[in-house]
Structures are given as structure tokens and as C-alpha cells.
């Protein structure tokens, strides 16, 4: 079985930074891109960044380039996303996912608070 399991969130000052992971089970590890995505409250999800299974390539949203940074690793084959200088704008529920053979797998997200 396929499971994404995030944590890290909190409630955060802005400017301040969080790191938030994401275990996986149930697949190969290496084999498949993992992305993190976000929904702010009445706002659809949006991607914020995901890394690639195979050279461990990364790709950003325009509004997170240069502040998160996204990387794999780690006993629990997880994925981290490092959030720094964060803003009001960027509270939401931030979910990982990964696509295999068609199908989307998604956590159950963690909340991400930022307070100005």
C-alpha cells in the first residue's frame, strides 16, 4: 500500500523558516517523482515543487523559487521541503504526492500557519 505521511507544520512568524517532511512507503522509492503541493483556504491546490526520482532533478513555482528548497533522502525515504522567509501568503495545507502507473497518491497534509 502506498502511503504519504506529512509533518513539520506549525504556526510561524514571518520571515521565520520550517522543514517539512514527507515518509513514504509502499513503492520504490527511487523510481518516482515526488511533489509538494499546497491549498490555501479558498483557493484551489497548487504545486509548489517536486524532485525527480531518477537524477534527483527539482522544479519550483515561480513564488517559492529561491526560499523553499526540496530534496529526497533519509532512512524513511522521505522528502523534505525546507521553507525559509516565509510569508502570510504562503499558510495553507501542504500536501505531497506521488504518480504511479497512472494513479495519485496524496498525504493527508500538514498546516502551515504564517503569521504577519
Known amino acids: 500500500e502506498v502511503k504519504l505521511v506529512e509533518s513539520g507544520g506549525g504556526l510561524v512568524q514571518a520571515g521565520e523558516s520550517l522543514r517539512l517532511s514527507c515518509a513514504t512507503s509502499?513503492?520504490?522509492?527511487?523510481?518516482?517523482?515526488i511533489g509538494w503541493f499546497r491549498q490555501a483556504p479558498g483557493s484551489e491546490r497548487e504545486g509548489v515543487a517536486a524532485?525527480?526520482?531518477?537524477?534527483?532533478?527539482?522544479l519550483y513555482a515561480d513564488s517559492v523559487e529561491g526560499r523553499f528548497t526540496i530534496s529526497r533522502g533519509g532512512a524513511k525515504n522521505s522528502v523534505y521541503l525546507q521553507m525559509n522567509t516565509l510569508t502570510p501568503e504562503d499558510t495553507a495545507v501542504y500536501y505531497c504526492?506521488?504518480?504511479?502507473?497512472?494513479?495519485?497518491?496524496w498525504g493527508k497534509g500538514t498546516l502551515v500557519t504564517v503569521s504577519s
Open positions: 509502499g513503492f520504490t522509492f527511487d523510481d518516482y517523482a
Open positions: 524532485i525527480s526520482g531518477i537524477d534527483g532533478s527539482t
Open positions: 504526492n506521488t504518480a504511479i502507473n497512472g494513479m495519485n497518491y
